[in-house]
């Protein structure tokens, strides 16, 4: 007898069928709902940092890299070259100045003296003996004068004598004209002689005044060569500390050479490299600040090297008020240069973020910290710790500025541990 069969209304091929159906909706669904909304990226909070935006005090400076140097360093250069002979003190000693240093002999400049010294007794011997001859031949020339003027004198009073007889016709015309001749001879020769001796005055003076200005060039030069000769003693031309020398004994060095330095130990002085990139906005007067165990100090720019070396210029900076206790030469410090002055301002923490955002946007976190989506902002000044925050943030906010290199196009992070 036949037995009617009821047939099953879910059988496993429509189970199956249905199955499939379901996944392939729900595999449009979830594409939809990706790719229409926005992507998502779940990150772990312990590998992001997450700073809170304040207000607070702003200051732009850099950090650069210092030398501690003496306030004033004088360089010793050999002015004259030669032998060194003898060394007084040794490298680092503290000297006083005009404190002999070193000894350098030069034979050659020896000699030199030596002949300038023979040189100007020569001259000297020689001016002695026209003064000599000059004065011998003025008391010649005196003496002549003498006898013209007692020839003149008689020869006068022998015309007047004559002419009183010859106007009384007491004395012939013949004999009172030889008188005439002679008075007039006699006048003329004294006139002549006066001028001669006169001449022989002026040429005395002018000889003897040659030969002592060129006396005196020969003591000058020979003073010149006296102070190069002194010069082959190298002496400290301040006080302070001896650095550098390079001399020894034995060893020969040319004029113009360096022996040596010495530093002045009053206080000292920074030298500081900047990357040109600042050299528009360094000048004269600015400030920086330094610590050294764990005190902070103040210093001031006083002079700016323009010039640029392998992208890099120098200045000089003075310590303003106290000195570091225990600070030596060569010193490396670093220090805090600021380029302006303290304004309030919203800041947000330095980090990585700024390299994939360019300062443009920022993952900001939500109010329950669960998600951070982006939002545009505009950042300004900074330092090495903070940016300057001109808009699309208020205090109080919580923003990712650790780096995005893995966050691709991301809109929004998804905070899970």
């Known amino acids: 007898m036949d037995r009617v069969i009821t047939k099953k209304r879910w059988n496993q091929k429509r189970i199956l069928t249905m199955a499939g159906i379901i996944a392939i909706l729900m595999l449009l669904l979830g594409s939809w709902y990706f790719t229409s909304g926005k992507s998502r990226l779940n990150v772990d909070p312990e590998r992001i940092t997450i700073s809170e935006v304040k207000k607070g005090t702003f200051q732009e400076f850099i950090p650069v890299n210092g030398i501690v140097q003496p306030v004033a360093t004088i360089y010793l250069d050999a002015l004259e070259g030669g032998r060194v002979e003898e060394r007084f003190v040794e490298d680092g000693a503290v ?13 050659d400049l020896e000699l030199s003296l030596a002949n300038q ?11 002695q003996n026209t003064k000599n001859n000059a004065v011998q031949n003025t008391i010649q020339q005196l003496n ?3 006898e013209v003027e007692n020839a003149l004198t008689e020869a006068e009073r022998i015309y007047k004598l004559n002419k ?5 016709r007491a004395l012939g015309s013949q004999e009172f004209k030889s008188s005439e001749n002679n ?8 006139k002549l002689n006066d001028k001669t001796l006169q001449q022989d005055e002026i040429s005395n003076k002018q000889q003897i005044n040659q030969m002592a200005a060129s006396y005196a060039r020969m003591q000058n030069a020979l003073s010149l060569m006296r102070r190069k000769v002194q010069d082959l003693v190298v002496k400290a031309p301040i006080d302070g500390q001896l650095t550098s020398l390079d001399a ?16 002045i130990l009053s206080g000292y002085k ?17 400030m920086g600040e330094v610590s050294v165990a764990g005190k902070d100090y103040t210093l001031k720019i006083k002079k700016v090297y323009t010039q640029v070396n392998n992208g890099r210029f120098q200045v000089d900076m003075d310590f303003i008020g106290a000195t570091p206790p225990g600070i030596r030469r060569g010193q490396s410090l670093q220090i805090r240069l600021a380029l302006s002055d303290e304004t309030e301002a919203l800041l947000v923490a330095k980090g990585g973020f700024f390299q994939q955002t360019g300062g443009n946007w920022i993952f900001k976190l939500s109010d329950d910290g669960k998600k951070a989506y982006k939002v545009d902002v505009q950042l300004g000044r900074q330092n090495p710790d903070y940016y300057e925050v001109l808009s699309g943030l208020q205090p109080g906010d919580k923003v990712v500025t650790s780096s995005y290199e893995n966050y691709g196009d991301m809109q929004e992070l998804v905070i899970r541990k």
């Open 270 to 286: 920074v030298r500081v490299d900047i990357d040109e990139h600042y050299i528009s906005r360094i000048f004269i007067g600015q």
């Open 164 to 168: 009183y007889l010859y106007e009384q």
């Open 183 to 190: 008075y007039y001879y006699q006048v003329n020769r004294k």
């Open 248 to 263: 020894e004994i034995g060893q020969s060095k040319n004029k113009g050479e360096r022996l040596g330095q010495i530093d």
């Open 144 to 146: 002549q004068k003498a």
């Open 117 to 127: 010294e023979t040189a100007v007794f020569e001259v000297l011997t020689q001016m």
């Open 95 to 107: 000297v006083k100045k005009n404190q002999p240093i070193l000894r350098l002999s030069n034979t």
